[in-house]
């Protein structure tokens, strides 16, 4: 039904800024919440930020103030990253929440649409 194809990654020194984006395709609706995950570890997958139906931001407390997400009206997500620390290294992941809960906050379950990531790597 989606795809998600992310851009925007890459090498960045610390207390640098980068921007992700998610270009969204297939049979999409208006209001389909998406997200931003990134994955630490081979076994760890953490939620960064959410966007719900009513395009309400979510964030987790460790990137809160630093990460801005958004979305525009053609189904493109957003992740603004700034005063970015060594530990934000990951590879970042794209999902949206097709046809499910309009508002899944952070939780990876409730995603069922993911893309293939790109990496962030801070230094």
């Known amino acids: 039904h989606v795809q998600l194809v992310e851009s925007g990654g890459g090498s960045v020194e610390a207390g640098g800024s980068v921007r992700l984006s998610c270009v969204a395709s297939g049979t999409l609706y208006a209001g389909i919440p998406m997200a931003w995950f990134r994955r630490v570890t081979e076994k760890k997958r953490e939620g960064v930020a959410a966007?719900?139906?009513?395009?309400?931001p979510t964030y987790s407390d460790s990137v809160k103030g630093r990460f801005t997400i958004s979305k525009d009206n053609k189904h493109t997500l957003f992740l603004e990253m700034n005063s970015l620390k060594i530990e934000d290294t990951a590879m970042y992941f794209c999902?949206?929440?097709?046809?499910?809960?309009?508002?899944?906050?952070?939780?990876?379950?409730?995603?069922?649409?993911w893309g293939q990531g790109t990496q962030v790597t801070v230094s």
């Open positions: 999902a949206a929440a097709y046809g499910g809960s309009r508002y899944p906050g952070l939780n990876d379950n409730s995603y069922n649409y």
């Open positions: 966007i719900d139906s009513d395009s309400y």
